[in-house]
C-alpha cells in the first residue's frame, strides 16, 4: 500500500498533531524573546541571571524543540495525504516555516550566548525580535486560511 493510501485514515490525527504543536511551537517563540529582554537586566553569574539561564533551557528542550519537530514531522505526512491538496500557498508556507525555524535556531544561539556571559544584545534588540515570529505566524495562517495561489 503506499504512502499516501496508508496515511489517508489518519488524516484528522496528522491535522491536530500538526496544530497542536504548532501552537506549543509558537508560545515558546513568543515567550523565549520576552524572557531575553529580562535577561539583559541581570547582573552575570546573578541569582537572576542563573534563574533565566535554567527557564531559557528548559523552554528550548522540553517545549521548543519538541513542538518544532512534532510541528514539521506531521506537516510533512500531511502533505503526503491525498487532502494536502496542492498550490503555491503550500510552497509560500513552507518557505515561511524555513524562515519560522531558522528564527527558532538564531534564538537558541542568542540562549547560548546568555549561558556563556556572553550577551552582546540590547533589551530594545530583543523587544523588536520578539515581534519576527508573530509576523511569520500571521502570514502562515492567513496563507493556510486564504491559499491565495
Known amino acids: 500500500m503506499p504512502v499516501v493510501d496508508a496515511l ?7 491535522k491536530w498533531l ?3 504543536a504548532a501552537i506549543s ?7 523565549l524573546p520576552r524572557l ?15 534563574t533565566f539561564r535554567t ?10 524543540n519538541p513542538a518544532m519537530i512534532a510541528t514539521w514531522a ?3 505526512l500531511l502533505s ?20 519560522l525555524s531558522g528564527v527558532h ?11 556563556a556571559g556572553a550577551n552582546r544584545r540590547s533589551e530594545k534588540f530583543y523587544r523588536m525580535i520578539n515581534e519576527a515570529p508573530t509576523i511569520l505566524m500571521l502570514l502562515i495562517v492567513a496563507l493556510v486560511i486564504f491559499k491565495p495561489f
Open 18 to 20: 500538526h496544530v497542536a
Open 25 to 31: 511551537w509558537m508560545a515558546g517563540m513568543f515567550y
Open 74 to 76: 506531521a506537516g510533512l
Open 8 to 14: 489517508a485514515p489518519a488524516y484528522l490525527w496528522l
Open 36 to 50: 531575553f529582554v529580562y535577561h539583559t537586566r541581570a547582573t552575570p553569574g546573578s541569582e537572576m541571571d542563573l
Open 80 to 99: 503526503l495525504t491525498p487532502q494536502a491538496g496542492a498550490g503555491g500557498w503550500l510552497h509560500a508556507k513552507i518557505a515561511l516555516v524555513l524562515i
Open 55 to 64: 527557564m531559557e533551557l528548559k523552554l528550548l528542550r522540553v517545549i521548543m
Open 105 to 115: 535556531g538564531m534564538l537558541s544561539r542568542y540562549r547560548k550566548d546568555f549561558a
